[in-house]
């Protein structure tokens, strides 16, 4: 088994589709907690250790995916020759690269501190249930949603739990949910609810590439269910949907008692908001006509939300002080 094999079983440059959202809860936190953002040394290595986690998670997840849906990617002519199916790869050989990207994320976890590693299950239960979601329901989608959403999530408990261990989960203050105080609140929270509906938006318009295929093994995307047309709204609702989300994070620079503000983000969501509903809606109509027309939408599809992602990262990445 070649190094290339494996970068391309798990399909290594989608890493730079998520990397932002791991990197977006690593900022929050730390301006949060008023540290210096890119500060690395021997004695503080978080970022790198952030890093190597979100490869295993993302190794991982990837790997599960693959040999829960071998049989459904031989019987799709736009997958069969995928690692699996094809006899590329066996899978023992499959299983122990999951086995080593599971053990990277838990590695890497326990070196951040013992919340992260405690909380490691959360991602591996979701990714091990994806697969299964599409065999059942058109839910599917928000489910790798919510999977990516742990991404922002599990970055900002990284560097937070540090400081203040499992309070900056279950929050301080009361002792009942009513009136506690949680640090995730309000930004962190819009920001992975926008990434898992922004993700959501992708995947069903990535769905459809297979409606006939989907139809005929009864997986249960949202395309084969409902139709293309009713996708198209959905669409623009998801998309409407994170923009609002991530909006309302923005929005709260000027509520909180802090020394400084992202000047640049409301902008970058507007724009890039933009921009999807664009190619989600003109694009996606043209995608209809043929094979070629749908490769076409499927790229440019990809390319805009891996932008949207960097994007609304560099705006997080600038900020500037709040005048007295």
Known sequence: MK?????????????????????????LAKKQLGEE??????????????????IGARGLAMALNRLIDKEID?????????????????????????????????????????????????PVIAFVMYPYTKRFSWICHFWIGLCLALAPAGAWVAISADTMGWESIVGVGS?????????WFPELFFISMGVALWIT????NYARMDVEVDIRQGIHSFPATFGLKTT??????????????????????YTDLRDYRYPLWIPSVILMA????YVMTSHASKSES???????????????????????????????????
Not at 175 to 183: K, P, Q, V
């Open 74 to 122: 031989a019987n799709n002519p736009r997958t069969a020759s995928r690692h699996l199916p094809s006899g590329k790869m066996t899978e023992f050989e499959a299983w122990s690269l999951s086995i080593a990207f599971l053990a990277t994320l838990l590695f890497a976890s326990w070196r951040l501190n013992m919340v992260a590693l405690k909380m490691a299950w959360l």
């Open 175 to 183: 002792d009942t949910w009513i009136g506690r105080e949680f640090a």
């Open 232 to 253: 198209k709204g959905l669409s623009i609702a998801l998309t409407l949907g994170w923009s609002i989300c991530f909006l309302f994070a923005g929005l709260s620079e």
């Open 290 to 324: 043929s094979s070629l027309d749908m490769e076409k939408f499927q790229q440019l599809l990809f390319k805009t939300s891996m932008l949207t992602g960097w994007v609304l990262l560099a705006s997080l990445s600038f900020t500037e002080g709040m005048i007295d």
């Open 37 to 54: 953002v890119f500060e690395v040394s021997l004695s503080n290595l978080d970022l790198f250790w952030i890093i190597l986690a979100a």
């Open 274 to 277: 933009t921009v999807n509903l």
């Open 3 to 27: 190094w290339k094999d494996i970068l391309d079983f798990v399909k290594i440059e989608h890493t730079l589709f998520s990397l932002p959202f791991v990197l977006m809860g690593f900022i």
């Open 201 to 204: 938006a992708f995947d069903v």
